[in-house]
């Protein structure tokens, strides 16, 4: 075995032992409530008495704009850093960014003629 594959076992054993210590001292020290009230079993909507039942259907479209905003901030996160380390990468990291958004263009250009964007 490598130095490498010794060092990442250890650190999973200690990332597990840590984890499980967490939830054990929770488990032991957490606070523990012995009557349930009424209090607990309400729905809290930012200190507002709740306004009908909280089991709603919501429109797909709410969850598109959802998942087109999910894209384009793995987007932003994507270009963020390579923009930063553009300075030593050359010509092929251009093209290589550039083959991405082209990628994620194409993907917009398709949600947009679909009408997956239009707000009806």
Not at 57 to 64: I, M, T
């Amino acid at each position: 075995m490598s130095d490498s594959w010794i060092a990442a076992v250890l650190f999973m054993a200690v990332s597990a032992a840590i984890a499980g210590l967490m939830v054990g001292l929770n488990w032991v020290l957490g606070a523990k409530s012995k009557a349930a009230s009424a209090v607990r079993t309400t729905t809290y909507e930012c200190g507002e008495e709740p306004d009908g039942g909280a089991w709603i259907r919501f429109h797909p479209r709410y969850y598109v704009v959802a998942l087109v905003f999910v894209v384009f901030d793995v987007e932003a996160a994507f270009l963020l850093p390579w923009a930063l380390g553009l300075r030593g990468g050359g010509w092929m990291t251009i093209l290589e960014m550039g083959a991405f958004l082209t990628i994620l263009m194409l993907g917009w250009l398709y949600a947009l003629r679909k009408g997956a964007l239009r707000w009806q």
